[in-house]
């Protein structure tokens, strides 16, 4: 039972260049959440999806797509990257609606310059 | 919409001495409220959560958290420090998505620091 993984662990970019995260969960969970962690912000929601084939904007989705074509996968999308998505983006994934607590992968550092 | 907050950037405390980490919470309605450690290069893990029931929650690693809806804090609690309690730890409170669903909001953390 692997939890939420993430792939890559690390990436640099230029700007303007694409890349999708991928996160993957065998938790069989419904909740999916792609977070962005800066330093002295917490964690700011970027989408998040409460089933398969569903996807919805949180608090900071600009520059960012997603989808979650299977239930287990969900994937986080720059089409063209900014030095200000320069930052370390984890998933989490929680069983349903009854139960609130999420589970985090290890996370990505991303780097665009 | 609910929010957490850590009034402490960072809090200092030789091992084997009582730490507390503060947090304070504004909810409308009844507050679900969590505790998570991060150590460094890892992800967020799970400590405790207050939903409903007894203010003294215990928790993973030893730690516990005091609800006190007087003063709306949550703050987490451990009576012997050690230093691998060394880490980032955020507070978090339940919030209510539009679409549908539950997120968590996150206080900007408290990075704890155990000496010997």
């Known amino acids: 039972n692997a939890g939420v993984t993430q792939t890559p662990k690390f990436r640099v970019l230029k700007t303007g260049q694409s890349m999708t995260l991928l996160c993957a969960q065998d938790?069989?969970?419904?909740?999916m959440y792609w977070y962005r962690q800066d330093p002295g912000m917490g964690l700011r929601l970027i989408h998040y999806?409460?089933?398969?084939?569903?996807?919805a904007k949180g608090e900071v989705p600009d520059g960012y797509n997603v989808s979650r074509l299977k239930k287990q996968n969900f994937l986080l999308g720059l089409e063209s990257a900014a030095p200000s998505q320069t930052s370390v983006y984890f998933c989490a994934s929680s069983p349903d609606r009854l139960h609130y607590e999420q589970y985090f992968g290890p996370g990505t550092r991303l780097t665009v310059t | 919409a609910q929010s957490v907050a850590q009034p402490e950037d960072q809090v200092n405390v030789a091992e084997g001495n009582p730490l507390t980490v503060k947090c304070t919470y504004s909810v409308s309605g009844n507050p679900y409220l969590f505790w998570y450690v991060q150590y460094p290069n890892r992800g967020l893990q799970f400590l405790l959560k207050?939903?409903?029931?007894?203010?003294l929650v215990k928790g993973s690693y030893g730690f516990e958290a005091e609800f006190n809806k007087s003063q709306t804090s949550f703050h987490l609690k451990k009576p012997s420090a050690l230093v691998s309690d060394s880490a980032l730890y955020f507070c978090?409170?339940?919030?209510?998505?539009?679409?549908?669903?539950?997120?968590?909001?996150f206080g900007t953390g408290t990075q704890l620091k155990v000496e010997l």
């Open positions: 938790m069989n969970h419904e909740y």
């Open positions: 999806s409460v089933g398969e084939g569903t996807t």
């Open positions: 978090a409170v339940r919030d209510l998505l539009t679409g549908g669903g539950n997120k968590l909001t």
């Open positions: 207050y939903i409903t029931g007894d203010n």
